[in-house]
């Protein structure tokens, strides 16, 4: 398990002091409509959410990291790989907070996990799940080497799979 630091962001392993932070950050209505299965309802599901993504490094050998701006120590969201059992791949996802949208932040933040996931899991092959009308993370997808692959049902929503082959 590592930490990956990049020109303004630390990359981490969740800590229990990342709860509310969390939570405010999921629980924003613009960020809601898009997630697939609100990951923070209320304090005891996001408890749960955190304890998995740990346990998602235990299992998987990675998982998610929350983000910290450099600058502030501020939690500012969470990216990172997802592969529960029964997922169509490996996932590279990224939540940013709503008030740090248009920054830069999730395209710098999964760049980053996508460099250290073609160094560190032993897969040709990752993916994006993003609602269609999710621009933003489209355009996150695309800037990072996705490109559009398929439509599919996921969690009771009609998603778009990006993805990105290794090099």
Known sequence: MSEIRTERLLLRLPRANDL???????E?????????????????????????????????GYGPWVV??????????RVG???????????????????RWGHGFATEAARAALGWAWDHVDTDHIISII???NVRSIRVAEK????YEA??????K??????????
């Open 20 to 26: 509310d932070p969390l939570i405010e950050i999921h």
């Open 28 to 60: 924003h209505p613009d960020v809601v409509r898009f997630l697939s299965g609100n990951p923070a309802s209320g304090r005891p599901g996001a408890w749960r959410t955190l304890a998995m993504f740990v346990g998602h490094w235990t299992l998987r």
């Open 68 to 77: 910290e701006e450099s600058a502030t120590g501020a939690v500012i969201g």
């Open 81 to 99: 790989l997802w592969n529960p059992e029964g997922w169509p791949g490996i996932e590279i996802g990224w939540v940013i907070h709503h008030a």
């Open 131 to 133: 609602e269609p009308g």
């Open 144 to 147: 990072i080497g996705e490109q």
């Open 151 to 156: 439509t599919d049902f996921l969690d009771g």
């Open 158 to 167: 009609t998603v778009a799979i990006y993805g990105v082959h290794r090099l």
